[in-house]
């Protein structure tokens, strides 16, 4: 439907029209002083030049020829500004139609798309950490948003599957079970089903791989002659699983299980979900033809050895190098893998747009990716691709967040600390059953996390502040989830009342009411732009006015001691759009309320 200020907008064309004015600057826009006016409109302003004209004498004659049945309280004010309040039963009657309309009457995408969006990333059989959890939470918040608005929409991890990591958990194996049949060359049988370790054994082993391929001598710097030949032998390892030797492959399958069942059950904690779980493995096949078509149009090229594209352009402020597709020893890189991956989302699903999640400081690489796919025809021309990088989570201290003893911080233990916070606020609150509190702690934690971190500018670093996170005041999740837990409870109150089912909106009487049906109006505009922007900051400051502007009505009005009938109704509906429309923005973010809290 349309939004209140394309309606607002329309009566003042219509007014400028009659005073013989141009109307292309007859627009109305949310007045910046509140304590004033509702609304505003500064055409006269811009069209005093051309009419040569003082403009408040053009707002006084728009003023004077205003019929409309929306504008109310029209003000010219000095220097020619044009103030108005829409009129209340107007207003009663768009929200009452927004309630009655399919998902509150956003527009959605007319233009339904195709979209791929690439977040997650982990690494598998590293652990998830900390700073894979951007994200996956910014990634399914865009996700939702994108589905939303009517596309349809793919959600891949994008697994980082095939690198040096697969070759160093292989020898460390290799070291500590030397007998197990994988690293028998003549052993032909059927390799076991079970894995030869556990996710915990798996978790250890990668990093004491890794840490013994980075031993120096007693100087600092130099490599131990034994962590050379660790990394020698790693990738060794590497290149032998790459190309297909049987027992490396079947280890490899016992990593990914392992590490996927592991992965999901993280996911699934932090309600992210994936539509596909490919990898970057899943390519290693298309990588050859791929690199032979670039060679053949001669876009790809040998420079020092290596295989690379140009992809810089004249415009470019910053210097962008080549795109190396293979190195000097034939190997393929990270952007290698990134293309082959572009192709076949390409001949799987034929995207309109692929939009990646990843860490800010891998935007080079995008771009030398996107550039080349787009040079050498990987993708279909005129498909958008899309880098949303993303900034650091640092601890209090500002720099990168780390746990207390300055290691790396794994995703189910910062979890786990914000739940067992907010489990300490809610039963130090009230008597409450410990089941009950540590359900109601995990969906508000998550919250806690989810908006801690969607309502900064993703680009933006921010301080991971457990305090301030999980507190029920201010701007968080806590603060929202407990708005809407209270309009659940009065709901909730009221039919136990005996209060009606069918409720119907009276224009607002107070002055707080109004602000909040105004409030609600504004979904329109604010879901385009975070839409547009993908940008689920947007929703989350929505939403804090909106938790703000209820708190105020709710304190300054007794709903369920309201005497008059009607207007209690007007309240309960009232609030059930407030309901509604926060819990329809919370889905968007990835998270849920509780029913008490
Ligand atoms: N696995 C990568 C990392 O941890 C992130 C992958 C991002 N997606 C992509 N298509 N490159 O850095």
Known sequence: MKNILEILSEELVKAFEKAGYDTEFAKASVSNRPDLCQFQCNG???????????????????????VSEYICDLEAVAPGFLNFNINGEKLAEYLADMAAAEDYGINKEKNKKKIVIDYGGPNVAKPLHVGHLRSAIIGESVKRICRFMNNEVIGDIHLGDWGLQMGLIITELKLRQPDLPYFDDNFTGEYPEEAPFTISELEEIYPTASKKTKETEADG???????????????????????????????????????????????????????????ESDVQDDIAPMVEEMKKAGFAYESEGALVVDVARETDTKEVPPCMILKSDGAALYTTTDLATLKQRRSIFDPDRVIYVVDKRQEMHFTQVFRCAEKTGVVKDGMELDFIGFGTMNGKDGKPFKTRDGGVMRLEHLLKDIQEEMFKKITGNHDIDPDEAKEISEIVGLAAVKYGDLSNQATKDYIFDIDKFTSFEGNTGPYILYTIVRIKSILNKFKEMGGADNTKLLPAATATEKALSLELTKLHTMMSQAYTELAPHKICAYIYDVANVFNSFYHENKILKEEDKARQESFIELLKITKGVLELCIDLLGFSAPEHM
């Open 44 to 66: 006269a302003m811009a069209l005093a030049k051309k009419y040569k004209k003082a403009p408040i004498m053009i707002a006084n004659e728009v003023k004077d020829a205003i």
């Open 221 to 279: 710097k130099t490599l131990t002659q034994a962590a050379v030949e660790y990394k020698a032998a790693a990738m060794e390892a590497t290149f032998k699983l790459q190309n297909g030797d049987r027992g490396y492959r079947a280890i490899w399958n016992h990593i990914m299980s392992v590490s996927v069942a592991d992965l999901k059950k993280n996911y699934k904690t932090l309600n992210v979900d994936f539509d596909w779980w490919k990898g």
